[in-house]
C-alpha cells in the first residue's frame, strides 16, 4: 500500500462508526453501522497525525531478559541492554550498559545477579495479611465513592448533552429569522461544531457506564496481584513479568553494582500499603 492510502484510512471516520461528506454538506454524524474504534481513539489518531511522531515500541524485550530496557544503569542513567555471553561449554545471560561515554561500558551483570536482586525488591513490597486487610477495605471504600462519582459525571454529561441541543435550537431559529448569507454560514459552522461536540460528550456517556459488577468480582485478580506480586513475576510468562513491571512501579530502576537497585518509585497502591508498614502516619488534628 501507498502511505497515502494508509492515511486515507486513518482519517475516514467510517471505520469510528460515523459518516462524513463534506462535498455532500453532510457533517459528521453516527452511522447506522458499528466502529472498529471509538470516536476517541479517531481523534487521537488525527492528532498524532498532525503532531509530532513517536518512537515505536522495543521490539527486542524477550522471555530470557525481561528486565532489558526497565532497569537504568547508576552511571549514564540510561537504560541497560542485555546479551548472551558464549564460554568453552556453553553461554552465560549477562545485563550490561553499551553506550560509548559510558563509564560501565560493557562491564556486563550476571542475569542472575540483577533478577534476583529484582526478585528481592518484588517480595518486600507483599504486605502483611492484616495490612492487605486494611487496605482492601480502604481501596473498597474508593470503589464506592468511584461508582458515586460516575452517577454524577454521567448526570452531568446528560446536562451537558441538553445544553448542546439548546444551542442548536437557538442557531437554528436564528438560520431562520436571517437573510444575510455570511450569518446563516457561520451559524450552520457552529451547529457543525455542535454536532460534533455532541457526538463526543454521548460517547464519553457511553464509557461512564456504572460496574456491572461488585467489587469482589471485579479486582478479584487485582487484589491477588497486590497480595503477592511476587508471584505473577514468577509465572515464567513475559506479558505476566511485563504487567508487573507497570503495576508496581512509576519509573524505571536504578542499578547499582554497589548497592544494588536504588530506592524505586512505586505506583499508589504499594505507596499507600508502603506508608502503613513504615508507620508514615499521625493522629487527626483538632477540627
Known amino acids: 500500500m501507498h502511505p497515502s492510502d494508509v492515511k486515507d484510512l486513518l482519517t475516514c471516520p467510517l471505520y469510528a462508526g460515523y459518516v462524513e461528506r463534506k ?3 453532510v457533517s459528521l454524524r453516527r452511522g447506522h453501522h458499528e466502529g472498529l474504534i471509538s470516536l476517541e481513539t479517531y481523534e487521537k489518531i488525527q492528532m498524532r497525525l498532525n503532531g509530532s511522531a513517536k518512537a515505536p515500541a522495543r521490539k527486542d ?3 530470557d531478559f525481561p528486565l532489558r530496557g526497565f532497569i537504568l544503569c547508576e552511571e549514564c542513567n540510561r537504560p541497560l541492554t542485555a546479551c548472551w555471553s558464549k564460554g568453552k561449554s556453553k553461554s552465560f545471560p549477562y545485563y550490561l550498559c553499551y553506550y560509548k561515554d559510558c563509564g560501565n561500558r560493557r562491564k556486563s551483570i550476571p542475569r ?4 534476583g536482586t529484582f526478585e528481592t525488591l518484588l517480595a518486600s513490597l507483599k504486605p502483611t495479611r492484616e495490612l492487605f486487610e486494611l487496605a482492601s477495605a480502604m481501596f473498597r471504600d474508593a470503589w464506592n465513592q468511584q ?3 460516575t452517577a454524577s459525571s454521567i448526570q452531568s454529561a446528560q446536562q451537558k448533552i441538553l445544553g448542546v441541543e439548546r444551542q442548536i435550537g437557538q442557531l437554528v431559529d436564528r ?3 436571517t437573510s444575510v448569507p455570511a450569518a446563516i454560514m457561520r451559524y450552520e459552522q457552529r451547529i457543525e461544531q455542535l454536532e460534533q461536540e455532541k457526538l463526543l460528550i454521548e460517547e464519553s456517556l457511553q464509557k461512564s457506564e456504572l460496574p456491572p459488577g461488585r467489587f469482589e468480582e471485579m479486582f478479584e485478580l487485582a487484589m ?4 503477592n506480586p511476587l508471584r505473577l513475576w514468577q509465572s515464567g510468562r513475559l506479558e505476566h513479568k511485563r504487567t508487573v513491571l507497570k503495576l508496581a512501579f512509576e519509573d524505571r530502576l536504578i542499578y547499582s553494582r554497589e548497592l544494588g537497585l536504588r530506592t524505586p518509585k512505586t505506583t499508589l497502591p504499594f505507596k499507600v500499603l508502603g506508608g502503613f508498614i513504615n508507620g508514615c502516619g499521625e493522629m487527626v488534628g483538632h477540627r
Open 147 to 149: 461508582s458515586r462519582q
Open 112 to 115: 542472575d545477579e540483577l533478577e
Open 224 to 227: 491477588l496481584f497486590l497480595a
Open 175 to 177: 438560520i431562520v429569522e
Open 23 to 25: 462535498a455532500w454538506k
Open 61 to 63: 524485550i524477550s522471555v
